[in-house]
């Protein structure tokens, strides 16, 4: 999709604070409001925009543990797949799931308020979920960059 200048400004101005008025967000680009209004609302029709969240400090809910799982399938029918895919999808502790190219078949962003919880979300959890054979973990010993926003 092509956006003009103004339209990825508004985009890089809403992933920065998704709750500036459109007064503010209006003004900050260069629009009155109504056209910043329309323009706005026709990224929302158009799936550009596909939410607004508040996001939240993990360690303030007790979540002090940040681990990616590399995971290694057997060799499966496609339904079990999809089975995988929904007990992932069901569990709030894995924050990210991808598919991978390489030696693993996807790798988890997993949470946990602690080294035993953790423990506990691999051996009753992520290692009972359908296909699963191998899972190997390596521990955040410290976040350098976090960002939901894309590049304009």
């Not at 303030?60 to 057997?74: E, I, Q, R, S, Y």
């Not at 946990?112 to 009753?124: G, P, T, Y």
């Amino acid at each position: 999709m092509a956006l003009d200048r103004i339209e990825r400004r508004i985009l890089a101005l809403l992933q920065d604070n998704g709750r500036m008025s459109n007064v503010e967000l209006a003004e900050r680009v260069g629009l009155s409001e109504s056209p910043c209004f329309r323009r706005v609302k026709k990224l929302e029709r158009d799936g550009v925009i596909t939410r607004y969240s508040a996001e939240v400090d993990r360690r303030t809910l007790g979540f002090t543990v940040t681990a990616f799982v590399l995971v290694d399938m057997d060799k499966q029918p496609a339904d079990r797949a999809d089975d995988f895919h929904a007990r992932v999808a069901a569990e709030p502790h894995v924050v990210e799931c991808h598919a991978m190219s390489g030696g693993h078949d996807y790798i988890m962003k997993v949470l946990a308020r602690d080294i035993d919880h953790f423990s506990e979300l691999v051996m009753q959890e992520i290692l009972t979920y359908p296909g699963v054979r191998h899972v190997e973990s390596s521990f955040s010993l410290g976040e350098i960059k976090h960002s939901r926003a894309l590049p304009m």
